[in-house]
């Protein structure tokens, strides 16, 4: 098994990536902090006096402003590869009252930002539905349907691959480089395998040289729900001796 596409887009936009907002008719990009909702609508925290703000005015007789967030995977580590950009979009309208007080709840889960508490006076939040999402990777671009992007979840590993990736590498790659030449029957002289990804799914492992490159998945047994599980299940590979027992 590996990430769908649906769950690749929502990993991206989830809010630890930075965003950058296209508006239909108005200049830009603008940068954006963003996060996703349970839901999978998008928060936008705009400071009130700002460009991005001017540009979020709807015109006289609407409600609402079609825009495009579009967000760039940053690979966690050198040799990672990218998972590629996501563009979502939708129809962005200004929160008040109650609903941005419960959308602040839900940005703060992702982004725990101070600036929440002057939501109101020096900074608003606006919320859109996404109505098309797509997902771009190797000159490619793959529609993904807004109804599989609402239902998926974001990689619970994905805040934290970095750290994870350099842990491994750091503390446990002898133990690590003998497992995966095992798992994938390679000579002792050939090129150490490295982990370059790491998600719910599995590791991604770099095969070879780096003119020869070639990559391989290692499936976990089951996705893994948290960094506790995910521990659990690579405890054999990082502790030769658990393996045996």
């Known amino acids: ?57 709807p015109v006289e007789g609407e409600d609402d402003v079609a ?13 990672s590869p990218s998972l590629g950009r996501a563009w979502v979009s939708g129809w962005a309208a200004e929160l008040n009252g109650e609903e941005a007080r419960a959308a602040s709840i839900d940005f703060a889960a992702v982004d725990p930002t101070g600036d929440l508490l002057d939501l109101g006076t020096r900074f608003r939040l606006f919320r859109f539905e996404v109505a098309e999402a797509r997902w771009e990777r190797r000159g490619g671009v793959r529609r993904v349907d807004p109804e599989a992007y609402a239902e998926a979840e974001p990689d619970p590993l994905h805040a934290i691959e970095g750290e994870l990736l350099a842990d491994l590498a750091d503390h446990h790659g ?16 050939a090129e150490a395998p490295r982990v370059v990804r790491i998600d719910r799914y599995g590791l991604v492992v770099a095969l070879g040289r780096p003119g020869a490159l070639r990559r391989a998945r290692l499936a976990f047994p089951r996705p893994v729900a948290d960094h506790a599980e995910l521990v659990r299940l690579l405890h054999p590979m990082v502790c030769p001796r658990a393996a045996t027992h």
């Open 67 to 79: 825009l495009v967030l579009d967000v760039l995977d940053l690979p966690p580590a050198a040799g």
């Open 1 to 57: 098994m590996r990430p769908s596409p649906a769950e690749i887009v929502r990993t991206l936009v989830a809010g630890r990536l930075p965003g950058l907002v296209h508006l239909a008719h108005r200049p830009g990009p603008h940068h954006v902090r963003h996060v996703t909702d349970p839901e999978g609508r998008v928060l936008l925290l705009v400071p009130v006096v700002s460009d991005l703000a001017a540009a979020l005015r």
């Open 174 to 189: 002898a133990e690590v480089t003998a497992y995966l030449r095992r798992h994938f029957d390679l000579a002792e002289e």
